[in-house]
């Protein structure tokens, strides 16, 4: 197997759970906070600044100037005049583009599909479910009460959207954007990461 998996998510989906699937079904690493302590090793910033990025999108400089500006069309500005959150996910997408070119890998979230977008050995998956199924599975899996899984879903969803949309020039969750969409609440954990693997399997020069 010789592509890398990008796996993007709503929250409660089983994203990690899929992830961590693939990655040993194939034998190949699996990056997602992984991924944020290889990027301050690399970038000199501590880890605080890359733990829930989503939450820091919205405080950016550039975020408050225009919203429709994003870090890869700001050429002309300096890394002095970009805020640290931008910097930070500067730092961190040239960190997916390393392990990227290391070798095949999953990776979860992190615009990852979007940083990859040139690479042509990537399938970018997408993976969503109804927001009762996905209450749900927050109540029974991360043990949170009816009324903080359902803010959780509904406010996490909102963050990601939102740090995606900034840093990227595409929307998140649209179909177009990936190459796989999988509702996991009806198919279920085990057999989307079974779907995806064969997937995977059928693209031709893998």
């Known amino acids: 197997m010789n592509r890398v998996i990008t796996i993007s998510r709503q929250y409660a989906t089983g ?82 583009r390393k392990v990227a070119n290391e070798g095949p890998c999953v990776i979860i979230g992190r615009c990852a599909d979007y940083v990859l977008r040139e690479y042509e050995k990537t399938v970018n998956i997408f993976l969503w479910g109804q927001i009762e199924a996905r209450i749900k599975r927050a109540i029974e899996v991360y043990g949170m009460s009816h009324s903080k899984a359902e803010e959780n879903v509904l406010k996490v969803d909102k963050k990601r959207a939102n740090y995606y949309n900034y840093h990227s020039d595409r929307k998140w969750g649209r179909a177009d954007n990936y190459d796989m969409c999988l509702q996991t609440d009806i198919i279920g954990i085990e057999n989307s990461a079974k779907m995806i693997i064969n997937y995977i399997d059928s693209i031709p020069g893998i």
Do not use: C, W
């Open 15 to 96: 994203g990690r759970e899929i992830g961590r699937m693939i990655g040993e079904h194939y034998g190949i690493p699996v990056y997602d906070n992984d991924l944020i302590s290889l990027a301050a090793k690399e970038s000199g910033f501590t880890e605080s600044f890359f733990e829930k990025p989503e939450d820091k999108a919205s405080n950016s400089l550039i975020y408050s100037i225009a919203m429709g500006l994003n870090v890869f069309g700001a050429h002309g500005y300096s890394k002095e005049v970009l805020s640290i959150d931008d910097r930070v996910f500067l730092a961190q997408s040239d960190i997916i």
